[in-house]
């Protein structure tokens, strides 16, 4: 069995993208890395080369940004083709996976590898908001997509590299794993995220108001958003540590949930029920 993992990068510097978290986060688990690194405006392609690992691959490519969302798409079908692995494992350059599910994940694939009945795995989502100890699973979220899909030429990217679908237009026959993809999209200071909204609205995601695009992002009141008590991947490690909204949020958890068992036992478990609250809904 031979493993690809893929993505797509650009800008990743200038918008806060922790794209080689990212990679290194899979990298054990893959034979070979396909990185399509579009022209940007600052360093990235100079970034990814700081991964000097053979299994890596960089195509450079010129993104349109007149293809609107559907670049996005095209660009991940461009990395997909480079795979030459039986499965192809995409992950966008805000997503992580935790060291302690690839042991996991590549039982599912070797089990599976002649299985006709599995074109894909899906993954349980954290979207990580505001700090690196809270998530939103309340409306507007995705909790739940697929990121590993069988490489045989018949499934192809979508919906704004959303998702993943079968080329002969029948239904993707996806299993179900235990694993999180950690979303960390939304963990930036409000200036950065606030220039991530532009980008989004250039690119046709999101369409924005006068005062969404002058001012700096506002989280909102976090303490409406359930805590996570697990651990992240440990190649977070130290941009968690650097983040200090977070390390103040987490002094405000530790206070509040002291005796609860999964903050004591630090279990990796997010609510299984949509939650309500007052901040806005955003696309996640």
Not at 3 to 30: H, M, W
Not at 192 to 207: C, H, K, P, S, Y
Request: net charge positive; glycine share 4%.
């Amino acid at each position: 069995m031979k493993i690809s993992g893929f993505t797509i990068a650009r800008d990743c510097l200038k918008y806060n993208y922790p794209v080689l978290e990212s990679i290194q986060s899979i990298l054990p688990l893959c034979d070979e890395f396909i990185v399509n690194v579009g022209r940007s405006s600052d360093r990235t392609l100079e970034l990814i080369k700081t991964l000097k690992d053979p299994k890596i691959r960089i195509i450079e490519t010129q993104w349109d940004l007149a293809q609107k969302p559907d670049m996005l798409t095209y660009q991940t079908n461009v990395a997909l083709k480079e795979c030459k692995g039986d499965w192809a494992f995409y992950l966008q350059s805000d997503e992580i996976i935790h060291e302690r599910d690839l042991p996991t994940l590549k039982r599912l694939m070797q089990k599976h590898v002649n299985d006709p009945s599995v074109d894909a795995f899906r993954f349980r989502w954290l979207h990580f908001y505001g700090s690196y100890w809270r998530y939103r699973i309340d409306a507007g979220w995705f909790q739940k997509q697929d990121r590993i899909i069988r490489n045989n030429g018949a499934i192809e990217s979508c919906t704004d590299a959303f998702t993943f679908r079968r080329k002969d237009g029948q239904e993707l026959r996806r299993m179900k794993t235990p694993c999180f993809i950690y979303h960390y999209g939304w963990v930036h200071p409000p200036a950065i995220m606030q220039q991530r909204r532009i980008n989004a609205e250039n690119i046709g995601f999101v369409t924005l108001s006068e005062k969404e695009r002058e001012r700096e992002y506002d989280y909102g009141n976090l303490d409406e958003l359930p805590a996570y008590f697990g651990t992240h991947p440990s190649v977070m490690e130290k941009l968690i540590e650097a983040h200090e909204p977070s390390r103040n949020d987490r002094k405000t958890i530790d206070r509040k949930w002291w005796w609860y068992p999964p903050r004591i036992l630090k279990i990796r478990y997010k609510s299984g029920r949509r939650e309500k609250t007052s901040l806005k809904t955003v696309k996640g």
